[in-house]
């Protein structure tokens, strides 16, 4: 490298170390300013859980502690020996390798440069001494053993050395080829993301937000909003066969996220494939909510949402009957609404479809593992403050469920290596973040996911009302994915087990989102199939059988098993009751966060 090329990258290291000290000095502003509730992710709030879990009625097996620790001065002992032989130039051996899932140390110079082979197999050493340390230990409470070990595989993830900007060769390539202006560029795009993210969350950009737009190239699907309330806006779409099945479609998206999930671009839009197959289709678009609608509840929310948009819909096609299909949590809300109808005689819902939802709240993954008493306390407060609960602090709990690929990555392509992340329209839409009403959120999480009230037949009662689900005698559609994170497939199955009408479940190939997503045409992954529905999760699966490409198929002709009738398609506006309010996707759906 020539004089002047080395003095250039001395320059930008002395630049970016300016910029660097200036940049935390913001950061500290910020968070001293701060006056509300702590942040979900504080450093002190983690280390006083895991204290406290320590402290909890912990055994630990002595044996298996001393043994681990053998093996971790043994290891480190043997990496010693190697790195000396591999520093004069002789030929070391691994003393541990990284399992073959791991991508994070692809780069050639982790096994080929002698420092950097030794970072990785020290950092791989003491990560398995540290998890071998906690699993050393029986913890009283279940839970608690979960949470602990979920927070260690946090804090490990966190120190590897691909995440700093020295240790990790990538970065270190980048900065040489650039003469250090990636590190700027790094800066730059960490200050972006820190200027639109809330006090208590890191909001990390995924993808070129710039490259899609509602309307343009996602949400594309033709259709009109013919009502809306505070909430909702209700999207009638465009049939596109002159008849259609009698019952219309009603999609209860989760209220969590924009809908548009479910109308990505043409090729991945579920609605689009309904509408083509001869259905008639609406859909609820939740509202970006602020803290004027802060006392909205989960039962506000069932009112204004899909029982509102029911009555809507069978107004406009002059049916009577409806088949409602939820989504996550849109589909919890759907089961709800299903189970208060129905106590009531109420039989407009034909049929039910549950994509990727939690009934029973028994097995809630890994997102379990934020909620403490503690915890749970402290977002309620913060919901209270602010009216709202905000979506960008979800983002970041779900992103950190799988903290390697949906964080460190990004964090390490967009502040260490100074890139720009590519355009991906699901992770546009998942970075399109959703605020919950203060009243909503307490609502739910303290009742479903703290005291899982739902699979308790009365053990919620709206209006007087119990709600059981096992007074929803109308057909059912499970569908969960398997590699879901966030809505556990097994989880998913034990809905199966209350409700009291003909159900199915079908399980799909990939995640929460890509298994639901998986058209026919493009769709590459498998689904399974079984008639019965034994108690037990396994052994459904054990006796079901896998089927190549997208379940939509098998969907659709369930819907069509249960009415088959065709009627002339309304069309969007033809109501004098619910003329076009705008063109959709409408204004709530258009509503961000920054």
């Not at 935390?24 to 006056?35: C, E, F, H």
């Not at 040489?176 to 990636?182: A, N, V």
């Not at 949590?329 to 759907?334: E, P, Q, R, W, Y």
Request: charge should be negative.
């Amino acid at each position: 490298m020539e004089q002047q090329d080395k003095q250039e990258i001395l320059d930008t290291l002395n630049q970016y170390a300016e910029q660097f000290n200036s940049m935390v000095q913001k950061i500290l502003t910020r968070q001293g300013d701060a006056n509300d509730a702590a942040a979900m992710f504080d450093p002190q709030h983690l280390q006083k859980l895991l204290t406290t879990k320590l402290a909890d009625k912990v055994e630990v097996d002595t044996a298996k502690l001393i043994d681990n620790q053998m093996e971790f001065m043994r290891q480190q002992t043997e990496l010693w020996q190697q790195a000396t032989k591999a520093m004069f130039g002789e030929k070391a051996e691994a003393v541990v390798t990284e399992p073959r899932s791991d991508r994070r140390f692809s780069h050639s110079d982790w096994e080929e440069n002698p420092v950097f082979n030794y970072l990785k197999q020290a950092y791989l050493i003491n990560s398995k001494m540290l998890t071998g340390m906690m699993d050393s230990m029986t913890f009283a409470d279940p839970k608690s053993a979960e949470q602990v070990k979920f927070y260690t595989r946090q804090y490990i993830n966190s120190v590897a050395p691909t995440n700093y900007l020295f240790s990790n060769p990538e970065v270190c390539a980048e900065i040489l080829k650039s003469k250090g202006q990636s590190m700027l560029k790094g800066i730059e795009n960490f200050m972006h993301d820190l200027e639109q993210s809330p006090l208590e969350a890191f909001k990390i950009t995924q993808t070129d937000m710039s490259a899609f737009e509602l309307g343009e190239n996602l949400a594309t699907t033709e259709g009109k909003v013919v009502y809306q309330n505070d909430i909702i806006q209700l999207i009638h779409y465009t049939p596109k066969q002159a008849k259609t099945y009698a019952p219309p479609i009603l999609f209860v998206p989760p209220f969590i996220n924009k809908y548009y999930i479910l109308d990505l671009e043409e090729k991945k839009s579920a609605v689009k494939g309904l509408l083509e197959n001869g259905f008639s289709v609406f859909m609820i678009s939740w509202v970006n909510p602020d803290k004027s609608l802060a006392d909205h509840d989960f039962v506000s929310y069932m009112k204004q949402g899909p029982l509102a948009a029911l009555d809507v819909v069978c107004e406009i096609t002059k049916q009577p009957k409806v088949n409602m299909v939820g989504f996550c949590v849109g589909g919890t809300l759907s089961a709800v609404t299903s189970a208060y109808l129905r106590a009531q005689g109420d039989e407009r819902i034909q049929s039910l479809t549950l994509l990727t939802t939690l009934t029973d709240f028994s097995e809630p993954g890994e997102i379990g593992n934020y909620l403490t008493e503690e915890s749970l306390n402290a977002m309620e407060q913060n919901a209270d403050i602010k009216g709202v609960y905000d979506g960008r602090i979800l983002g970041l709990s779900f992103s950190l469920l799988r903290e390697n690929n949906l964080f460190w990555s990004y964090f390490i392509n967009n502040y260490l290596k100074g890139e720009d992340p590519a355009a991906f329209d699901i992770l546009y839409w998942n970075s399109d973040a959703t605020n919950i009403t203060a009243a909503c959120f307490k609502q739910y999480v303290r009742t479903m996911y703290w005291e899982n009230k739902l699979r308790e037949p009365g053990g919620m009662v709206i209006d007087g009302v119990p709600i059981d689900l096992g007074k929803i005698d109308i057909p059912v559609y499970f569908l969960a994915t398997i590699a879901d994170h966030i809505v556990l497939w097994q989880a998913a199955y034990k809905g199966t087990q209350l409700m009291g009408g003909d159900t199915r479940f079908v399980l799909a190939g990939s995640g929460h989102l890509a298994g639901v997503i998986n058209p026919p045409g493009t769709g590459k992954y498998p689904h399974w199939i079984n008639e019965d529905l034994p108690p037990d999760a396994a052994a459904w699966f054990d006796g079901a059988t896998q089927h190549e490409g997208s379940w939509w198929p098998d969907w659709h002709n369930w819907l069509q098993s249960h009415n088959s009738k065709q009627v002339v398609a309304p069309k969007p506006g033809k109501h004098k009751s619910y003329p076009i309010i705008e063109d959709a996707p409408g204004s709530y759906v258009k509503r961000r966060l920054s």
